[in-house]
């Protein structure tokens, strides 16, 4: 049987000596994996407070259960797996509140002291229309596209981790992208080119 390859060795590392009764490389993994596992949550439950809750319960679940583990997949695959589960059940439980593009969601893009200034003010406000576009999707297009072209998950490790067929995954990721051309374009028209006349 094929196996996907660990993303890091690291993460093998930590994963031995936890399940060899050290709980502290826990640690290493929650942080290396919280934002995403956030953003995961984010996606399906709209509502930044569950969010958190979600990514939380879900850590502790991997922890409990991180002895069924066998390295079949990436780690970061079997997590995640566990994060879209726990979403999609607290889903069931409450009612949907819509995220506000107002509400802050940290940024991937960390500013360069040695970028211009103006390059960094145009990246950050790409990366702001960008996540405001997504925001406009419906939660299942928004998670695959999150997956798909931010963590660079294959369609395969995709699949695993929301039970979706692949063709329905390569579906919802052309529609979602349709959707975004056009969003985008909309958004984008008319700020970058008030952005180049400030430069001049």
Known sequence: MLLFKMENPEDQVYITKVKEGDPAP??????????????????VVRNT??????????????YQ??????GRSKFSTWLYTIVYRTAVSKQKESKI???????HIRDTYAPDDHVPQLAQMQVVDEQRH????????PATEALLI??????ENSVREIRAITGLSTANIK????????????ELKFL???????LRENGR
């Open 26 to 43: 826990f640690a290493f993994l929650v942080d290396k994996y919280k934002y995403m596992a956030y953003t995961i949550a984010l996606k």
């Open 49 to 62: 407070e569950d969010a958190k809750d979600i990514a939380q319960e879900s850590f502790v679940k991997a």
């Open 65 to 70: 259960q991180l002895h069924q583990f066998e």
């Open 97 to 103: 509140e819509t995220l506000s593009i107002n509400d």
């Open 130 to 137: 960008i996540k405001q576009a997504i925001q406009t999707l």
């Open 146 to 151: 999150t997956l798909f072209y931010i963590n």
């Open 171 to 182: 579906i919802k990721l052309l529609r979602a992208r349709k959707k975004l051309e056009r």
């Open 188 to 194: 984008l028209e008319h700020e970058p080119k008030t």
